[in-house]
């Protein structure tokens, strides 16, 4: 099977093309995963892929409470999306937990 023409991102069942003895063999970039890729797949495909990019973390954000547990986050912004099957984005968020310490906590009636 020849995937010439056919280089589809991600995990698509309909990306295929007629193999060997009647099976099929795909050209998603999951086909690296299941084993099943026809045999030009990398020449073809992944000649032409490009990974995800992203950018630095922000500044992590205040704790959402002001007065006991709560949570921080920061997040970062895709520079260049991944195309032709490349590696797929890392997280874009981070949450952490934080202790909030108001001045004025524990002065409330």
């Known amino acids: 099977g020849s995937c010439r023409q056919r ?9 295929w093309a007629p193999g060997a003895r009647r099976a099929l063999c795909y050209c998603d970039s999951y ?5 099943d890729c026809c045999q ?3 020449a073809t495909c992944r000649r032409a892929a490009v990974g995800c990019a992203v950018g630095p973390w922000g500044p992590w954000s205040g704790c959402s409470s002001p ?3 709560g ?9 260049v999306p991944p195309r ?7 997280d874009l968020k981070q949450r ?3 202790l909030g310490q108001h001045p004025t906590c524990g002065t409330a009636k």
């Open 67 to 69: 007065c006991g547990v």
């Open 84 to 90: 032709h099957g490349g590696d797929p984005c890392p």
């Open 7 to 15: 280089c589809c991102p991600g995990r698509n069942n309909a990306c």
């Open 40 to 42: 030009d797949y990398h």
């Open 96 to 98: 952490r937990g934080c």
């Open 31 to 35: 086909c690296q995963r299941t084993g």
């Open 71 to 79: 949570s921080r986050a920061r997040s970062r912004q895709v520079t």
